[in-house]
């Protein structure tokens, strides 16, 4: 038998169980880098196979997300190249999706993450892991200018410390957090290409300036890349936000 219809008659084979939905079952929505690496194919049979609850790959309304761009009720999941991946679980979460997210920040989760091969190589991290995937390149910035930088231009967005911890944007992520992820230095570093920053943000004779006939919509950021660098050594000394912090349970 030749190769396209054996993939033909797999597929005929595999067709009902695409298209029926048991609707005790979760949808998971998940960012495409992590469908493409094989993860979620990885990471999903295993979880079934140990509760026997299903979960669905869908696009929307979904019970559970898992991206690397946080939303409200985020928490670190695992690490993946270059970034932090986290689990959001829908309003009003069916129990089931409670289960998950629990065997998931747990230790089977966990393990079951950092077992995951693509071409041999480990590339998804537990979120607990401070092995570095980012080499850091040394600081030259001075922190004390830095930290008063960042009070000044970040602190009525971002909480950067003691000093701003009630200030704040709620679903904005604070330094601290922000200082756990294992790439943090390049984020930092690049963070005026990095959304929401490009359109208020400019570094002198880095970044074009500002139209003149399209004023950013609020306060504009303008640094040079010797007060960028600052930053960056006042962030190299903040203590991360445990990201291994055990889940509270509902
Ligand atoms: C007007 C509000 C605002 C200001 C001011 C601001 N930020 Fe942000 N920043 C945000 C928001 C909102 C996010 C989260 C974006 C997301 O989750 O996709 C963010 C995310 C970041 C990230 C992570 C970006 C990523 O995609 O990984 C870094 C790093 C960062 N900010 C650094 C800074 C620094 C440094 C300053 C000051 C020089 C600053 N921000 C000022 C709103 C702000």
């Known amino acids: 038998m030749c190769r396209i219809h054996l993939i033909l ?19 998971l929505h998940a960012d495409p880098a992590l469908i493409e690496s094989g993860l979620m194919k990885f990471l999903l049979p295993r979880f079934s196979l140990k509760t026997g609850i299903k979960l669905h790959l869908g696009p929307d309304a979904p019970d559970i997300t898992l991206s690397g761009t946080a939303g409200p009720g ?23 999706a409670s289960r998950f997210a629990r065997w998931l920040l747990e230790d089977t989760g966990q393990r079951t993450i950092e077992q995951f091969r693509r071409e041999g190589q480990q590339i998804y991290f537990a979120a607990a892991d401070d092995a570095p995937q980012v080499a850091e390149t040394p600081l030259e910035g001075n922190a004390a200018i830095g930290e008063r930088l960042s009070y000044a231009n970040c602190g009525r967005c971002h909480v950067v410390g003691h000093e701003n911890r009630m200030k704040g944007i709620g679903s904005t992520p604070s330094f601290a957090l922000m200082r756990g992820f294992p790439d943090w230095q390049n984020r930092f570093q690049g ?49 991360p936000a445990d990201l291994g912090a055990p889940l509270q349970t509902q």
């Open 9 to 27: 008659i797999v597929f005929a084979l595999c067709l009902p169980q695409m298209v029926r939905a048991d609707p005790a079952d979760l949808t």
């Open 74 to 96: 985020a928490r670190p999941a695992f690490k993946g190249p270059a970034r932090l991946y986290y689990i959001m679980l829908g309003a009003d979460p069916p129990d089931k």
């Open 191 to 239: 963070f005026y290409t990095l959304n929401p920053h490009p359109s208020f943000s400019q570094i002198t004779g880095v970044t074009a300036p500002f139209d003149e006939a399209l004023p950013p919509a609020i306060i504009p950021i303008e640094l040079t890349q010797d007060e960028l660098d600052d930053i960056v050594a006042f962030v190299a000394g903040i203590k």
